[in-house]
């Protein structure tokens, strides 16, 4: 069981794979949102063993190429409300926020719910659907 937090910015991400327990499996990097790094980056999750689940925050459209390459690939991938995972976890007095951290609190929190956590649809199947 891997899950891939990914911490979506403007034209880069952030990436932490985590295992149960608090088990790191792969240390934070970045990744530049080009066809190139994305597609390497998707190789490095399939050499992965064990299933394994990425979740990322809804960013506008920042996350959507990242999303939509990564389910194209065959991951299941889960966007979640970047309210429901505000408050995960904060139970540090410091509040220091950084990428690499907030990959890592989006890995544990897929970790967490890993049962529930919503299938990424991209938008033009969901319009085929209507």
Do not use: Q
């Not at 934070?28 to 190789?43: G, N, Y």
């Not at 410091?94 to 951290?101: G, I, M, Q, V």
């Not at 609190?105 to 719910?113: P, V, W």
Request: proline content about 4%; glycine content about 6%; some cysteine.
């Amino acid at each position: 069981m891997n899950c891939v937090g990914i911490d979506v910015s403007k034209g880069k991400s952030m990436i932490a794979v985590m295992r149960p327990f608090g088990e790191v499996v792969v240390s934070p990097f970045e990744v530049l949102h080009t066809d190139s790094e994305l597609s390497k980056l998707a190789r490095l999750l399939k050499s992965l063993d064990g299933e394994t689940r990425v979740v990322m925050e809804s960013t506008g459209n920042y996350h959507a190429p990242v999303a939509w390459l990564l389910h194209d690939a065959g991951f299941y991938v889960s966007v979640v409300n970047a309210i429901l995972v505000h408050n995960y976890g904060n139970n540090s007095l410091r509040r220091a926020k950084t990428d690499k951290k907030d990959a890592i609190k989006l890995a544990n929190y897929g970790l967490d719910h890993w049962l529930t956590l919503p299938k990424y649809v991209p938008e033009e199947d969901t319009r085929l659907m209507l």
